[in-house]
Nanobody
């Protein structure tokens, strides 16, 4: 059974930094891409960042230049380094992965491209 476990969330002041981690277990097969999404209360889930097997990345427009996604394939871990955090970054952050072996996608920015989701880690940024 595929499981994604996020960690690293917390409360920071505007301008601060956090680094999120996501460990995947039970994933049998090649993971061609995975990513981070976030959802604030009353808002739709949105892409934060995605990364492919060969480290090509994509970012949501509001986080470009501030957030960096990376992965450690040997440790089955996905990271999201967040700097210069803003109050509008406050949300639950979710790690997501596709069906094992799926190697075709239209856009990493679409939540429908992902099959498995973690439970999320809360990030709160105060002004």
């Amino acid at each position: 059974q595929v499981q994604l476990q996020e960690s690293g969330g917390g409360s920071v002041q505007a301008g601060g930094s956090l680094k999120l981690s996501c460990v995947v277990s039970g994933y049998i097969g090649t993971r061609y891409y995975w990513g981070w999404f976030r959802q604030a209360p009353g808002q739709e889930r949105e892409i934060v960042a995605g990364i492919t097997f060969n480290d090509m990345t994509t970012y949501g427009d509001s986080v470009k230049g501030r957030f960096t996604i990376s992965q450690d394939k040997t440790e089955n871990t996905l990271y999201l380094e967040m700097t210069n955090l803003r109050p509008e970054d406050t949300a639950m952050y979710y790690c997501a992965a596709p069906t094992p072996g799926r190697n075709k996608w239209l856009s990493l920015r679409r939540s429908s491209e992902y099959e498995y989701w973690g439970r999320g880690t809360q990030v709160t940024v105060s002004s």
